[in-house]
């Protein structure tokens, strides 16, 4: 039987393409939280040399020009890891 997949919300792919281009090299993924409301993990080398001040003002600055008034809402946490910070095996 194949497998059920889950259809993103047109703004989770936007957002995602959107953080990918503007934090370049980032890996990014999303993970539904309740209802249509997401969260986003964005881990990229960058982030090793930044607090999270500037990573957050980074990220969410690109998710305020990617995303509508309507959609911001929908985005319940842009979490920003460096590739250090990541948990061993």
Avoid: C
């Amino acid at each position: 039987m194949p497998k059920a997949t889950l259809k993103l919300p047109p703004y989770v792919s936007k957002l995602t393409t959107h953080l990918q281009k503007g934090v370049r090299g980032a890996e990014v993924d999303s993970e539904n939280v309740r209802g249509d409301r997401y969260r986003f993990v964005v881990v990229a080398k960058k982030f090793e040399k930044w607090g999270h001040p500037e990573r957050q003002l980074l990220v969410w600055n690109i998710a305020e020009k990617a995303l509508s008034k309507a959609e911001l809402p929908k985005v319940a946490m842009i979490l920003t890891i460096a590739p250090s910070e990541m948990p061993g095996d």
